[in-house]
């Protein structure tokens, strides 16, 4: 019977056989039989290979525990798709064994001889010439490992993802669905700045499932057969498609119901998960019904995807350029600050006074979890130094290349080799409010990035680094009119370790709203 299985950890039989697949071990001059899938998978270098002694160290063997299900009418053809989870690895291996795919169940923990077959890509990694004799079913797994990734990790490190259970988490179908659409087949998702395609067979429970606009998917990862140089995920069940498209923005929302009023870059001592950024409603909200999400920009010459130049995929580049925060929860009346950022909810790094008592809409532990569904892992989403970064604030969850932030506060370095190419268009979109806008507003020509045009305003570094200022965004917004009489400005407040939350929102720099 089919059920959403719970992905927590192996049986003890499976863990048994992972352990024995250690990196060309010897015990007593003896080599073992079990050859990591690791390992397996780093023979082949392009071309097919066949897998002699000598090619596997004198192993034989490999294990694994079937994630791929036959029954679920979602395979590929004639392929069976086992996992082997080692301490603090996952990797997986597809298996060709042509008719007898249906005689291996979801979890069957398996023996695989693997000596004298062949190791071959076929869109993905695949062991041919596995026959009923050399396999051994050993044990049943009732559970699985299975990693939320970005489609920029994929891609990054597609031979440590491939063959495995993966979830991709705010995907958006591309083209835009048409009323009526359906999976079966292939259709592209969009994740950040990188396409995922998701292969559904006919024969599947959810081929005639309705495409939504935006979906979190999770399946089997494998490069796509049709397209080098694309990975393709295998949903099972139709529980493994989950629709996640915005709702409709009532009209009556008005410009600028949220602005930026306030961040801190530079904590004192390390960032991680400890920067954090404030703003202000210009209408009350619930952000259960009307979600946002706030994004972060870090150009630093280092970071990926598009290292050292202007962004892929814009706002929704992800890996280490952007990352973002969704507002789903929680509720802001007009007049009232509210605070995105890292978890630890401190005013100035470690040791510092808590402000958890302020309106936190959202809180990630950024430094090791990355972002929702949107930038990897990284201790420093706000540069400290050097080139531009950022935030933009958008409605909804789901952004692309092409959206627009409704508000948008850029600092730092005047250099633009990382935020800008216009040629080929692309860079940060900019939202229109006090600094930014994009149609020159004299001669109505299109820019619609930042430092393109006129958008070049940046707030500076604050110097001394890493002492913790907060950086008051002072300005007068009226609320009636839903529009800046006195732009925003900016203003260093000074932190201390044992400074109050009330200095984030009290004094003569913080932004005032007028009627």
Known sequence: MKKKLLYILLLPVYLLLSQSCEKRDFINGTPSPYIAIEDLRQIHKGDDVQMTAEKLSEAHMTTGVVISDYESGNSPEGVIVVQQARPGKLHGIALKVGSIAS???????????????????????????????????????????????????????????????????????????????????????????????????????????????????????????????????????????????????????????????????????????????????????????????????????????????????????????????????????????????????????????QITELNWIRAIPYATSGGDGLGDANANILANSGHPSGMALFVGTNINEASVPVDL???????????????????????NNDHYSPFHRETGDAQPFFSMGTNQYRIPHFLPANIGIFVQLGGVFNTTLRKWETPRGYNGHILTKQSSASELEEGEFITQQIE
Request: glycine residues 14%; negative net charge.
């Open 103 to 353: 005689n291996y169940g979801l979890g069957d923990s398996i023996l695989i001889r693997i000596q004298d077959k062949q190791l071959k890509r076929q869109g993905f990694l695949l062991i041919d010439g596995i026959n009923a004799s050399d396999i051994e079913v050993v044990g049943r797994a009732s559970s699985f490992y299975r990693r939320n990734v970005t489609g920029s990790a994929i891609y990054q490190r597609p031979n440590e993802y491939e063959s495995t259970l993966v979830k991709v988490v705010g995907g958006e179908m591309f083209p835009r669905p048409e009323a009526g659409q359906t999976f079966n087949g292939v259709k592209r998702m969009v994740n950040g700045a990188d396409t995922l395609n998701i292969r559904t067979l006919a024969s599947a429970p959810f081929s005639g499932m309705e495409v939504p606009r935006n979906i979190n998917v999770q399946g089997i990862l494998l490069g796509d057969p049709d397209k080098e140089g694309i990975m393709a995920i295998w949903p099972r069940y139709t529980t493994d498609i989950e629709d996640i498209s915005d709702p409709e923005i009532p009209g009556d929302l008005g410009d600028m119901p949220l602005i930026f009023t306030g961040y801190c870059a530079d904590p004192e001592g390390g960032d991680g998960n400890y920067e954090y950024i404030q703003l202000r409603a210009n209408a009350d909200i619930d952000f259960s019904e009307i979600p946002f999400s706030v994004v972060t920009t870090n150009n630093a010459g280092g970071n990926q995807p598009n290292a050292g130049a202007p962004p892929g995929a814009g706002w929704a580049t992800g890996g280490m350029r952007t990352l973002k925060f969704n507002l789903t929860e929680g509720t802001v009346r007009k007049g009232e600050f509210f605070y995105v950022g890292g978890h630890q909810k401190r005013i100035n790094g470690a040791n510092s006074t």
């Open 409 to 431: 506060v850029m600092f730092g370095g005047t250099g633009t080799v990382t935020t800008i190419d216009s040629v080929n268009n692309l860079g940060y979109r900019v939202a």
